[in-house]
């Protein structure tokens, strides 16, 4: 809630404690790095210590690779094909988000606003990433 807030680093202690108590959890260690990232630090060596072992060809693996620049943008839309479409739009709503907020720290208002709306279009609601593209879009379009 706090991310969504825009309070990134009340929000960057609350990832941190979540990191704590289930280390190695790549979404608690992706999380921790935006809200650093968004409050102004760079979060780049500590999201890849917080997610070493982590295998980047695995999901959410190229999402982080992504961050770390090791894998592109393709690489991780690639990643969300699987044959259970039910699967695969969970895995585009949370991908697209995690685009959008890659586009969003590189400076590309538009291109994060594309990537937003697709993972809105996934139609996973119930996935924080939805709520997320949801606040994003309402701050963009402000």
């Not at 990191?19 to 992706?30: I, T």
């Amino acid at each position: 809630m706090r991310f969504y807030l825009g309070q990134y680093g009340a929000a960057a202690r609350d990832f941190q404690r979540s990191l704590a108590l289930r280390p190695g959890n790549a979404y608690a260690a992706l999380w921790l790095f935006l809200a650093r990232q968004r409050a102004g630090l760079d979060g780049r060596g500590e999201l890849a210590k917080n997610t070493r072992g982590l295998r980047l060809s695995a999901w959410p693996g190229k999402v982080v690779g992504l961050f770390l620049g090791k894998t592109t943008a393709q690489e991780v839309i690639q990643a969300t094909k699987l044959p259970d479409s039910r699967r695969q739009r969970e895995r585009e709503s949370e991908a697209f988000f995690y685009i959008g907020q890659y586009h969003l720290l590189v400076g590309d208002r538009k291109r994060a606003e594309r990537f937003f709306r697709r993972s809105l279009l996934a139609g996973i609601t119930t996935f924080v990433e939805h709520a997320g593209a949801e606040t994003e879009l309402k701050k963009l379009e402000s």
